[in-house]
């Protein structure tokens, strides 16, 4: 069967919103409304490197649909359409059926249209790019943190690192933790109707793929502010071995990536509301920290009130594998 | 020197016409007015498959912007924003510098905005998506070519295979010749005002990333139609050695992929129109063939009215090379 052959069965899902989709020189949208601001974001994700090569494909498809829709969440817009570039090193199209079956799904959830993308030879990889949709404006930013704002956390912390350390061999768990933490690597759930629930309720967010410290630099870097996280606040899930005392839980929990939860900044006055917010979605929120106004400033705290010393740098794709 | 530290000083270039751009989940932008359709290309360059590894970077970049800038101009869209993934074995300094320069210049003859992107760690690889603009209902599309049409094709053929052939050592040149080839190759020029101009008037279009034969095939095949060529009509450059009777000719002008030209079809009304605005862009438009009925018709005729066989399938990547 050939590439066109193969793009052509596999590749030209139906689509319920799209002008023109697959099989041209380029897919044609057009925006729902005439004040909509179009959120794009491409995420590159490489076997050996951010997946492991035996990893079932339709997981695979999924996750990697999954990781754009969390950084179209974390905009607070509303993903709308997909395109996929696949590297794989032979044409084997019950691979390929799995793996698009899988990454259909994760679309379907929210009804993102597949709108096209290129197939080709090489070693495995996958590029990925996402378009949202969020009324003008309305945009959750990175940069919008302010003095005083409550930090807050969606879901637990840690889990996806749990099943990366299990994958890896590092660790043994119990059945019912070792499914939980494979579905929190494997299968993410990006927190889409919670980053639209937030448009004019946060003022800022981010989405955390390369660990809780590093992405909270990330967004109060930009804001021009600083952090104080208290330790005894950050919520992690049963499945969690051990406390902050460890060394291995502070990895996890605090350094570990591809969690793929919100990290958001509220006034205080929205407490209840997030609150109530998280019970409706079904989906925890935990207040973790307080933004401060010394911009160099990165506390993490234990429960007594002492200072820990943790890395806060993100993850380095250069330096930290090969 | 990190990863985050080469994504900001290489990778967040000024803007003209972006909300928000880099250095957030995702990046914004809105539509230049309320009657647009946005045309979504995405295109993956694998090394050793699409481009030496140890091509000049500088022309790599210029590269992977202008096959994709080729896609918007086949849709007659005007080229607006550029993501950019770039995998990478090592963190190459001057390499990196050298290639978001071509990158960049690629996009700035066109007043393309680089809005955001990823770079990871892993064997070389790009994967670009280009989005344009395009008045609602005025895209070219692969699949309105009408019976009677003229077929015509912008610039010359077979350059960029000869500039393959040369860099494959398998062919000489002279000098002149070989600098053509080989900036045809490698510094292909996207046919963007053509493909703009072409609005109201080509009934359909394709860019010629795969060769004659395959994307004219794509063509007429979506438009569910046939097709004669006149090899005597097909336009060569000074430097392509050999005439249609030769079977390399015939393979590098035919068959040969990367010219990134624009095929196109339209009324025989147009012909002066067309010949005008060739003239006028400085860009030759010359007349190969016309659409015919019969939806399995692909002739291609010689000189003397007789018939060429010659395959008119695509270039597959996983069947050509590998």
Redesign the interface.
């Known amino acids: 069967m050939?590439?066109?052959d193969?793009i052509r069965r596999y590749f030209s899902p139906p689509v319920l919103h799209t002008?023109?989709a697959g099989?041209?020189?380029?897919?044609?949208?057009?925006?729902s409304s005439?004040d909509?601001?179009?959120?794009?974001?491409?995420?590159?994700l490489?076997?050996?490197?951010?997946f492991f090569m035996e990893m079932e494909p339709e997981r695979l498809g999924y996750k990697a649909a999954a990781v754009n829709l969390s950084?179209?969440a974390?905009?607070g817009?509303q993903p709308r359409?997909a395109?996929?570039?696949?590297?794989?090193p032979?044409?084997d199209e019950p691979w390929v059926e799995a793996f698009s079956r899988g990454f259909r799904q994760s679309l379907a959830s929210y009804q993102v249209d597949w709108?096209?993308?290129?197939?080709?030879?090489?070693?495995m990889?996958l590029?990925v790019?996402?378009?949202?949709e969020?009324p003008?404006g309305q945009?959750l930013?990175?940069?919008g943190a302010c003095v005083g704002d409550d930090i807050w956390v969606s879901g637990t912390l840690g889990d996806a690192a749990l099943g990366l350390d299990y994958r890896l061999g590092r660790c043994q768990l119990p059945e019912v933790a070792c499914k939980l933490a494979l579905e929190r690597f494997e299968l993410p759930v990006p927190r889409v109707e919670l980053g639209m629930a937030l448009r004019g309720v946060a003022h800022s967010?981010?989405?955390l793929s390369d660990g809780l410290l590093a992405d909270l630099d990330h967004l109060v870097t930009?804001s021009r502010v600083g952090a104080v996280l208290e330790v005894g606040c950050l919520p992690v899930s049963l499945a969690q071995p051990g406390t902050w005392r460890d060394v291995e839980w502070c990895r996890r929990v605090l350094q570990g990536g591809e969690d793929y939860e919100l990290c958001f900044t509220a006034e205080p006055c929205h407490r209840s509301g997030l609150s109530q917010l998280g019970a409706q979605l079904g989906v925890p929120l935990t207040r973790i920290g307080t933004v401060t106004a010394e911009p160099k400033q990165r506390l993490l705290r234990d429960p007594q009130g002492a200072e820990m010393s943790l890395a806060w740098?993100?993850f380095?794709?250069?330096?930290d594998?090969?």
């Open positions: 050939g590439e066109f193969l002008r023109l099989g041209d020189d380029a897919a044609l949208i057009v925006p005439r909509t601001e179009l959120a794009l974001t491409t995420d590159l490489v076997a050996g490197q951010h950084d179209i974390a905009m817009a359409w395109l996929l570039g696949l590297v794989l032979t044409m709108i096209g993308g290129d197939t080709t030879a090489g070693p990889a590029a790019t996402m378009v949202g969020v003008q945009a930013r990175r940069s967010a981010i989405d930009a740098r993100g380095d794709h250069f330096q594998i090969s």
